[in-house]
């Protein structure tokens, strides 16, 4: 593998571990609220980020990197965090979309710098990009459906 290829296979890496860390999250925003709608849109999102995640793992496989099996450990802390926000707030939906927002906020920012850093194929940057502009309208949603819950 060549220097460019390792960098390429370490931006998919990096970007499959900050999805695997979105999909855990919503997995766990989906449990921490009562409202029936916010569950299924949580859900779908994790099943969603799910798909993302073996995405970037086919194109990392196409660079000959075995899978990548583990979160980040940011991301760990991350949902650390929005457990203990979440239980103190008893499951709060406007809490719970603020933690989601942060959680699309940091996937964009990595998502953003992997596309304008990494010298990607087209192939990957298209399902980079497809899959950044999904974080961005989901981010955008997490943010007006917060807003309409204001305290």
């Known amino acids: 593998m060549n220097a460019s290829t390792q960098t390429v296979a370490s931006v998919l890496e990096s970007l499959i571990e900050t999805i695997r860390d979105s999909q855990?999250?919503?997995l766990s925003a989906a449990e921490d609220v009562k409202n029936p709608a916010?569950?299924?849109?949580?859900?779908?999102?994790?099943?969603?980020r799910r798909d993302f995640a073996g995405e970037l793992q086919l194109l990392a496989a196409d660079l000959g990197k075995a899978e990548h099996a583990t979160s980040s450990v940011g991301g760990a802390i991350h949902r650390g965090w929005m457990d203990i926000k979440a239980a103190l707030a008893s499951?709060?939906?406007h809490t719970v979309l603020t933690e989601c927002e942060r959680g699309e906020d940091y996937a964009s920012t990595e998502y953003r710098d992997a596309l304008m850093g990494a010298e990607l194929s087209p192939r990957m940057r298209e399902v980079i990009d497809n899959q950044?502009?999904?974080?961005?309208a989901s981010h955008e949603?997490?943010?007006?459906?917060?807003?309409?819950?204001?305290?």
Request: proline content about 3%; charged content about 35%.
């Open 141 to 151: 949603r997490m943010r007006r459906l917060r807003d309409l819950l204001k305290p």
């Open 91 to 93: 499951g709060d939906e």
């Open 38 to 48: 916010f569950k299924a849109m949580f859900g779908e999102l994790a099943v969603q």
């Open 24 to 26: 855990e999250l919503f």
């Open 132 to 136: 950044f502009q999904s974080i961005r």
